[in-house]
């Protein structure tokens, strides 16, 4: 590597190079995945339902912290990306100085408030009970404390996105994800405290961040260096990063949301049979992440250096994410109950499995918004999906109250099934109308969206096991076929049947022609 940062050119979005990231992330997740599902019952039969309650509002405020990155982490894989593209290298080191700069100021900013509100939001905003009240504040300051190392890590993290070393990003993120889940279990021998608890999740976060940075100095020997804050490239960090910042903050307030509304005008027991089917689709929504994290950085060159390319990647993309979440979804639609019983008990499963259901919807209609999504920001037009949130987060948010009060924990859930929805159809609508040469085939995946919905509403019907276990089977052959033949075109199922045989180990002559 001659040059402090590696030369961009196109192989930065080759399809192999791309779909090698894709599995890199799905990948990652799969550790965490396991963690969570290990530790999730051990944490709720040791700590009970109440104490797990207050944990999983930890783990949605560590979400949270990503509203005081006010775009700042997004902006710069945008920038690093673009200046990859045109040759530009040595600027990089000086975005990203000085987005580290602003991360550590605006940190220290976020964890003076968030300590100082920490009395108040335990006393009067949740529901906790009065004997762990003084554990919970103690928590949230230590909550504070990793606010400027969250925010600086994930900077450090864009960096390695925009060059996609997604490997690396994954060596070093999955152990910490899984950690997440797994770290409270080391404290349990020891104590049942929330401080302790929260103290190993922060001490996690700081562990992390070592590595991370470690990671980008290894990838550019010279950042080190030369990087440092410039006043100059601040309006390039805060021009992109305050639509990426308003889309943050209204993204993060409806994908937690639900959970604080549930803590305030529920209780922590209704969170925890919340956040058990909610954390599973957190997880299930590795798929359109994978997909998502790589799309933006790719879309981001080769708008600049090839549409044609680009038009063939965002084609693809939003294919895959629906022939790959669907069969996931039908799955835990029609075996809710049966898996939740299995893995955390009868009795929870008794409370979640509903939830779980709507949720794995959710997850479904998320997944078909997120191509166009992430077209539109490597377009450069953060305003039009900031403007679609700023219509549907008020609605959101008053639909989401009405729906607890009505439904309670099942209202949340179903709420959270709307918003995707109608997000989902409102970005497809935009990125047609806005970049109607590159945002393709939305028609057959709309045919296909409704044709796999009637297939989840056949699926939710309570029936014996058996008669069900025979329905999802004949609705996975139909809609596998409706896909291959209806969804693919005749280059993309030769790229599936390629792939195929690699995977299993054979070696595919000329199969294309034989096609």
């Not at 279990?185 to 401080?195: D, E, K, M, Q």
């Not at 562990?207 to 100095?217: D, P, S």
């Not at 490239?233 to 990426?244: C, R």
Request: net charge positive.
């Amino acid at each position: 590597m001659a040059e402090q940062f590696q030369t961009a050119d196109a192989s930065l979005i080759s399809g192999k190079r791309l779909a090698r990231n894709v599995i890199w992330n799905g990948a990652g997740e799969l550790a965490p995945l396991a963690a969570a599902f290990i530790a999730m019952p051990i944490l709720i039969h040791t700590i009970g339902t109440e104490q797990f309650g207050v944990l999983a509002l930890a783990w949605t405020v560590f979400g949270y912290f990503n509203l005081f990155d006010f775009g700042t982490s997004f902006a710069l894989t945008k920038l690093v990306s673009d200046r990859l593209a045109r040759h530009a290298d040595r600027e990089i080191p000086v975005l990203i100085g000085t987005a580290l700069t602003l991360m550590v100021v605006l940190g220290l900013i976020g964890a003076v408030l968030l300590a100082s509100g920490a009395n108040i939001m335990v006393a009067r905003l949740f529901r906790v009970a009065p004997e762990i009240q003084r554990q919970v504040v103690d928590g949230f300051y230590i909550l504070a404390f990793s606010l400027p190392i969250c925010l600086t890590m994930r900077v450090l993290s864009s960096v390695l996105a925009a060059h996609q070393r997604f490997g690396v990003i994954n060596l070093v993120q999955s152990p910490s994800a899984a950690f997440s889940s797994l770290g409270p279990l080391l404290v349990l021998p020891y104590s049942h405290s929330i401080v302790a608890l929260i103290g190993v999740l922060a001490a996690g976060y700081l562990v992390t961040w070592i590595v991370y940075f470690a990671m980008c100095a290894q990838t550019a020997p010279r950042m080190i260096a030369q990087m440092r804050f410039s006043r100059a490239v601040v309006p390039d960090l805060v021009g992109f990063g305050k639509w990426a910042a308003g889309y943050g903050v209204a993204g993060t307030l409806m994908m937690s949301f639900d959970r604080f509304v549930l803590a305030a005008l529920s209780s922590m027991t209704a969170l925890s049979y919340y956040v058990v089917p909610g954390r599973i689709m957190n997880k299930l929504r590795i798929v359109p992440w994978s997909v998502a994290r790589v799309l933006f950085p790719a879309m981001s060159y080769g708008l600049v250096e090839d549409r044609a390319k680009s038009r063939i990647i965002f084609e693809r993309s939003a294919k895959a994410l629906l022939l790959v979440m669907f069969p996931v979804v039908l799955l835990l639609i029609a075996f809710a109950n049966e898996l939740l019983s299995l893995w955390v008990g009868a009795g929870f499963a008794a409370h979640s499995s509903v939830l779980l259901q709507w949720l794995a919807v959710a997850a479904l209609l998320h997944a078909v918004g997120s191509a166009p999504d992430e077209l539109l920001w490597a377009a450069g037009r953060p305003d039009v999906t900031l403007k679609l949130r700023s219509v549907e987060l008020p609605i959101y948010l008053a639909l989401m109250i009405g729906a607890v009060y009505w439904r309670g924990a099942e209202g949340a859930a179903i709420a959270s099934a709307v918003r995707c929805g109608v997000e989902a159809a409102a970005e497809w609508v935009m990125a047609r109308v806005l970049l109607p040469d590159i945002a393709r085939g939305g028609r057959r995946l709309a045919y296909f969206t409704v044709v796999a919905a009637l297939g989840l509403v056949v699926a939710a019907v309570p029936v014996v096991l058996a008669t069900k276990i025979a329905i999802v089977t004949l609705e996975l052959l139909v809609l596998s076929t409706a896909g291959w033949r209806g969804l693919l075109d005749h280059e993309e199922r030769l790229i599936a049947k390629r792939s195929f045989w690699t995977l299993t180990g054979y070696v595919a002559v000329d199969r294309g022609a034989a096609a």
